[in-house]
Each structure stands twice: as structure tokens, then as C-alpha cells.
């Protein structure tokens, strides 16, 4: 069977391959260190072995919850934020129906996402919607205290109770959350929720292979066995007894590290399939939190073509630049449609007639790429088979690790996010929360 497979042919015109190759040593030095837990961060490295070290009996509990759900919701909420949030929906996204929503009849819930925002009218739109439903809820936090979550769960637990009655209620909901500590954890046992738990030694960014991504994926209907399969195939390909230009995440971390050095600062992640949208939302936090810090780490950007062709298309092809391009392209479409004839031929299409939707998508990847490289924009391609379970579990770990050597090239601990704090200090000061008295006057000061 093939494996996702990285081209850095692309890249040639601005940093040279020999480049690339002399970081073995650097890169190699990295990747033990990620080994022997001797880094930065060591305390996080539960995702680096976390594919070979789930066993089947957890795969079947995580199925058998998900059965439950499945048999008794027509609506599945899946609230939670950042890690807890889009791995799960990256990889339901990528593999579900564009148009299910229309769908009038559904093998299993339809899956919506709560608790990732503070919208009110997205919070009461949802509550609408869920009124004359029978829904279930996945309250998924770390932490189990995040603001975000934990309001939208106040809400859905209510109205599922309301509505389904405390008893019914308890069978529905389900909580992914800390062993021992945090709200979600205290009323999941104060309540006798089913739980499962997200070990101390993963972080969220690097958890959609734990219960946060695998139990919303399985209730979705997907095949959890093939998800997690693809990703101990590249924590092997991936490993650190992998020659160096043989192993992709190597390759990968060294290239746009190498771009970084030459002053190509941004990252853009680039799709021609619309399905893979929130694979870009869940790569961006993955490298976002993991690289920007200490002033510095490549900006994590996204786009979906041919789409924004018609839009950030300009600015790529000619604005600053401080960018490079790294595109997954996916081989072969699930569907085949092909470009009708047409006698009459006004729109002047007729030279593609008989030719697949695919084959059009493709010379639109092709031209772009050349196009963009032409114009100063290096670019890598990872190139994945199928888009289906076992291909998005082979695309989760190679960025995981990759994404682990990248931010030790870089000299920066991969695996905290201290700066996501800043935000949440003041907004407690300014909601007056308990404890945050001192914080509450100085920020009223500065108003
Ligand atoms: O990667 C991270 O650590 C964050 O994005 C968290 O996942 C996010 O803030 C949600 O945290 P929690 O799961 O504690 O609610």
C-alpha cells in the first residue's frame, strides 16, 4: 500500500537540496531528543508513541459508547475549543458529505459543534435547532474549566434534560476530560456521566488521536480502526531509524525551517478539495501554538483553491514575499463526474467535454503551482492516495511530528502555549470573576 509521500522538487529555485540534506545531523539530534524525553516540554510527549500504544479493547469501548449515541440521538454536540475541537472536526469534515445537511434521511446523528465560540446568536440558533431533536452531548475539556466549553455545556445540559429528562439525559451525555481534576470531571461523577479520559502527558493540539478526536469521530460513523492504523504506519515511517530522506516529517521540518532562515515567514497550507477546510483550521493551531513564541516561528496560514484563487490569489501571487506554499493534493476523488457535452456550447466548454471534474481540479493544481513559483513562491506538495480514514491518520501524525523536530530546530518548546493566557486574565478581570480582584481594578484603570 502507498503512503502519503512529501515533493520538495519545488523548493529548489530558493534553497538548495544540499541544504536540506545538511540538516541529517541537526534533525537527527532532534528527533532524539524527542525520544528520550530530554527536551523542552518533555512532560507533553504522550501523542510521540500514542498510535502504537492504543490497543483494540480501547477502540471497542470507544465504539460501543459511540453505538449508544448513535442509537439514541439524532443530533450529537460536540462542544469543545482549540485542541479539544478541531482534530475531531477536521477529520468528520473531510470525510462526511458536502451535502448531508440536505440529506432527508441520516444513517446516523448529524454531528454540530458547540463551545468553540462565545456567539450568542450561534448559541441560541443551536439551542433552536436542538429544540424538537433528541440530541446528545461529547463535553470535551482538559482542563474541564474553559470558559468557551463549559458555557455552551451549561446550556446543552439543560435542555437536554428538559427535554429528555434527567434519567435519558445521563445515557446521552458524555464527557472526554482530566483523570481527576476540573469541572467537567466533578460533574461528569457528580452526575454519573459515561467519561473517558485524556491523558496528562498529551496536549490538545496534539489529542485528535485520543478520545477528544476518536469518540466524536466513531459516533460520525467513521472507522476509527483505519484513522489510528495510518497514523502507526508514519510513526513509523516517521522514526527516528528512518534515513533522513526517507522520512517525510524529517524532510519536511528541515525544508521550512530552511525557508524560515531565508526569509520566507509565512506558511501558507494549501487544498484543491473543500472537504479538507478544517484539516487547514486543525494544522494551523497545530503549528501556530507549537512555533510562535519568543518572538518567533513561521505564521501559519490557510487556504482552500480553487476557491480563494479569486481572492488571496493576488496577494500570493505578486504581494510581499515572505511566503512559501504547502499543498496536500489528493490523487483520486472518492466520485467520478465527468463535463457534459453540449450542443449548443455557449459557455464555450465544449473542449472539456467528456473529460472528469478531477482532471480540470488537477490543471488548476499544476498551473497554480507553476504559476506561484514563477512568482517567488516556493512550494512543497504532500501528496496522499485517497482521502479516507487511513490516509487522514497517516496526514495527523506525519504533521505531529514533523511539527515536534520543527519546533526543537527552532529552539522553542513545542509543546506549552503560555501565551494564550493573556486574553483569559483580562477577561475574567473584566467579568469580575472571584479571585480577580486586583486584575478587575487595574483593568477598569485602563478603560
Ligand atoms: O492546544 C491546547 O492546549 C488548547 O487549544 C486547548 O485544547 C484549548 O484551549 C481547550 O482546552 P481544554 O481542553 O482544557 O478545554
Not at 66 to 89: F, H, K, M, T
Not at 220 to 226: L, N, R, S, T, V
Amino acid at each position: 500500500m502507498k503512503n502519503i509521500s512529501l515533493n520538495i522538487d519545488k523548493v529548489a529555485g530558493f534553497v538548495s537540496k544540499e541544504t536540506i540534506a545538511a540538516y541529517e545531523p541537526q534533525v537527527k539530534a532532534c528527533m532524539e531528543t524527542l525520544e528520550n524525553g530530554t527536551g523542552k516540554g518533555n512532560d507533553f510527549l504522550g501523542w510521540l508513541h500514542l498510535p502504537s500504544s492504543i490497543t483494540a479493547g480501547h477502540l471497542a469501548n470507544l465504539k460501543a459508547t459511540a453505538q449508544v449515541l448513535r442509537d439514541n440521538c439524532e443530533v450529537v454536540v460536540v462542544a469543545g475549543i482549540g485542541g479539544s475541537y478541531l482534530g475531531a472536526r477536521a477529520v468528520i469534515e473531510a470525510l462526511s458529505n458536502s451535502f448531508q445537511w440536505l440529506k432527508a434521511k441520516q444513517d446516523g446523528p448529524v454531528i454540530v459543534f458547540a463551545g468553540h465560540n462565545i456567539g450568542e446568536d450561534y448559541l441560541f440558533e443551536l439551542t433552536e435547532y436542538l429544540k424538537d431533536k433528541k440530541f446528545g452531548v461529547i463535553n470535551i475539556s482538559k482542563s474541564g474549566t474553559t470558559t468557551e466549553t463549559a458555557l455552551a455545556f451549561r446550556l446543552l445540559k439543560k435542555q437536554c434534560e428538559d427535554q429528555l429528562g434527567k434519567e435519558m439525559a445521563k445515557k446521552v451525555i458524555v464527557a472526554v476530560t482530566d483523570a481527576k481534576k476540573g469541572a467537567a470531571r466533578v460533574t461528569a461523577d457528580k452526575e454519573g456521566y459515561q467519561t473517558f479520559i485524556i491523558p496528562d502527558n498529551v496536549g490538545g493540539r496534539f489529542s485528535v488521536l485520543t478520545p477528544v478526536g476518536l469518540l466524536p469521530i466513531a459516533v460520525a460513523g467513521f472507522d476509527i480502526e483505519k484513522l489510528v492504523e495510518g497514523a502507526r504506519t508514519m510513526e513509523t515511517v516517521c522514526g527516528p531509524t528512518t534515513p533522513f530522506a526517507e522520512n517525510p516529517a524529517a524532510v519536511y521540518a528541515a525544508t521550512r525551517n530552511e525557508l524560515y532562515k531565508n526569509g520566507k515567514k509565512i506558511e501558507i497550507l494549501v487544498n484543491f478539495n473543500p472537504k479538507l477546510h478544517y484539516m487547514n483550521e486543525w494544522w494551523k493551531q497545530l503549528y501556530g501554538e507549537s512555533e510562535g513564541k519568543d518572538g518567533k516561528g513561521i505564521y501559519p496560514s490557510a487556504v482552500d483553491f480553487s476557491t480563494d484563487l479569486h481572492s488571496m490569489g493576488q496577494w500570493i501571487q505578486e504581494g510581499e514575499r515572505t511566503i512559501f506554499e504547502t499543498v496536500i493534493s489528493i490523487e483520486k476523488p472518492e466520485h467520478t463526474l465527468q463535463v457534459p457535452s453540449d450542443s449548443e456550447n455557449l459557455d464555450g466548454l465544449n473542449f472539456l467535454a467528456g473529460k472528469r471534474v478531477d482532471e480540470v481540479n488537477k490543471m488548476a493544481e499544476l498551473g497554480t503551482q507553476l504559476a506561484h513559483v514563477d512568482g517567488g513562491v516556493p512550494n512543497m506538495r504532500l501528496i496522499v492516495p485517497e482521502l479516507n480514514e487511513y490516509y487522514l491518520g497517516e496526514i495527523i501524525y506525519f504533521f505531529e511530528k514533523a511539527c515536534g523536530i520543527s519546533g526543537y530546530l527552532l529552539e522553542v518548546n513545542p509543546f506549552n502555549q503560555p501565551g494564550v493566557e493573556a486574553y483569559k486574565k483580562n477577561m475574567f478581570a473584566l467579568l469580575n470573576k472571584p479571585g480577580y480582584e486586583e486584575e478587575s481594578k487595574a483593568i477598569q484603570a485602563r478603560l
